[in-house]
């Protein structure tokens, strides 16, 4: 004798067995209903991760990179120079980054170059002596001012001490770029990766070689335009503060 089955799933149930002469039609709840909260499990464990990730990047970066005063250039190095660059880059995505905050500056700077001013408005001065011209030709740079040696001391000396600050301010994937713009050839850029890799010296060795062929036409304002002109100009305006700020350099009055 068959079983009578019922003729439909209740609502909100699908079935889960058909019907059969021995047996009803078994429903139940839809199998997807628990998609949303699996889903929102999975991002809270992926959140977690990166968290944790970021916690061992500090930790990792404040116990290696603590160096000996005498000694700039100790067996951590290596990896003080990675963790730096790693920590460096995390920084600069969570304020927007430097590079981003000067193409914002420059776009908003060259936006209101072409916006036509109302009748009756007036036209802003022109910057006082104490800022310098752009030597870009990219209309939206904004006014730079130069630096000048600080009286009394060698500027060779001066500018060869400043190769430090421009070694740890310039990222590491940079390194080459900034070289090119040099006009450093490839084979010096080589050279002087055969030095440790993973420290600051071959940037030291690439600096070297552009002042010994500059000579007297070496300069830091040359440095600071070629960041400019590559994209870095932030690193550039900070690489300017320090220095002026270390001493060794002033701002140009005219």
């Known amino acids: 004798m068959c079983q009578k089955c019922r003729p439909r799933c209740p609502k909100g149930e699908v079935e889960l067995a058909p019907c059969t002469p021995h047996s009803d039609r ?22 977690v991760v990166i968290g944790i990730m970021l916690v061992l990047v500090l930790i990792l970066w404040r116990c290696c990179c603590r160096r000996s005063p005498g000694d700039g250039r100790d067996l951590s190095g290596k990896s003080c120079s990675v963790m730096d660059y790693l920590l460096r880059q995390l920084t600069r995505y969570r304020r927007g980054g430097l590079g981003t905050q000067d193409n914002i500056r420059n776009e908003r700077f060259s936006r209101d170059q072409l916006l036509p001013r109302a009748p009756g408005l007036v036209t802003p001065s022109a910057p006082g002596p ?6 870009s030709s990219h209309p939206g740079v904004k006014p730079r001012r130069n630096l000048v040696p600080v009286q009394g001391k060698d500027p060779v000396i001066l500018l060869r001490r400043s190769f430090d600050i421009f070694a740890r301010d310039v990222p590491y994937k940079d390194w080459k770029r900034f070289g090119r713009a040099l006009d450093l050839l490839e084979n010096d850029i080589a050279l002087a990766e055969m030095n440790d890799k993973y420290s600051l010296e071959p940037f030291f060795q690439m ?28 690193i550039a305006e900070d690489i300017s503060s320090k220095l002026v700020q270390q001493g060794s350099f002033q701002y140009e009055v005219s």
């Open 26 to 47: 078994q429903c139940g709840p839809p199998t997807g209903t628990f998609s949303g909260s699996s889903n929102n499990l999975i991002m809270t464990i992926l959140l």
């Open 130 to 135: 104490e800022v310098m011209v752009p030597r």
């Open 207 to 234: 600096l070297n070689m552009w002042q010994n062929r500059q000579g007297m036409n070496a300069s830091v304002n040359t440095l600071l335009e070629t960041l400019h002109q590559i994209n870095l100009g932030g």
